[in-house]
């Protein structure tokens, strides 16, 4: 009978096995969230505030960053390892926002030259959608947050979403899903402006 290949270590066991000092647990765990992250956090640094780095050396920072600060880390199931990440990248991310705000422009604009950006009202726009999003997103639940941040924001399938938060079928996941996104639905219809 040929050997079943290994599965997968849970993050909570990569996690033991740092916290013990195991450093090809921490390669490893970086080799799983790194590209997590990236795609999650790609185009959400402004251009204005890029400077010498750029957001994929912000999530790798922060990931680092993370994993050095172990110890003020709960972990209670698999997904929550990863949703304390992408808020970590969140904060990183309004940090390096703030700062940019702060910096004096580099060069004088010429009021000649049109901007090819997009709008203020544009910006101002997304910026409170996004804002919106984020204050319904914490009136979930906590697994229904999870799963559809799972879902929406890292892609994953209902299988690992499943198997992420210990839910015993990927049908269980769906409907975790599908009844956070409904409730998602109603609270951003309620932080709508002119909504109640």
């Known amino acids: 009978m040929p050997d079943d290949p290994l599965p997968l270590e849970t993050t909570v066991t990569l996690l033991q096995r740092i916290r013990a000092g195991d450093s090809a647990a921490r390669d490893q765990l970086i080799a799983r969230y790194l590209p997590l992250l990236r795609a999650?956090?790609?185009?959400?640094?402004?251009?204005?505030?890029?400077?010498?780095?750029?957001?994929?050396?912000?999530?790798?920072?922060?990931?680092?960053?993370?994993?050095?600060?172990?110890?003020?880390?709960?972990?209670?199931?698999?997904?929550?390892?990863?949703?304390?990440?992408?808020?970590?990248?969140?904060?990183?991310?309004?940090?390096?926002?703030?700062?940019a705000r702060r910096k004096p422009p580099g060069e004088p604009l010429d009021d000649a030259q049109p901007d090819p950006g997009e709008s203020v009202s544009s910006r101002v726009a997304q910026r409170e959608t996004f804002e919106r999003y984020e204050e319904a997103l914490m009136e979930l639940?906590?697994?229904?947050?999870?799963?559809?941040?799972?879902?929406?924001?890292?892609?994953?399938?209902?299988?690992?979403?499943?198997?992420?938060?210990?839910?015993?079928?990927?049908?269980?996941?769906?409907?975790?899903?599908?009844?956070?996104?409904?409730?998602?639905?109603?609270?951003?219809?309620?932080?709508?402006?002119g909504g109640d």
């Open 40 to 99: 999650w956090a790609h185009g959400r640094l402004p251009a204005g505030a890029r400077g010498l780095a750029d957001t994929d050396d912000l999530v790798q920072v922060t990931l680092l960053r993370a994993l050095n600060r172990l110890e003020t880390f709960e972990y209670r199931h698999e997904g929550g390892f990863l949703a304390y990440l992408r808020h970590s990248v969140l904060n990183a991310i309004r940090q390096e926002v703030r700062r």
């Open 141 to 193: 639940t906590e697994d229904q947050r999870e799963a559809v941040m799972l879902r929406l924001e890292f892609g994953l399938s209902y299988p690992e979403i499943a198997e992420a938060l210990g839910r015993p079928s990927a049908n269980a996941a769906r409907m975790l899903v599908v009844r956070g996104l409904v409730t998602l639905a109603e609270r951003l219809a309620d932080h709508a402006p």
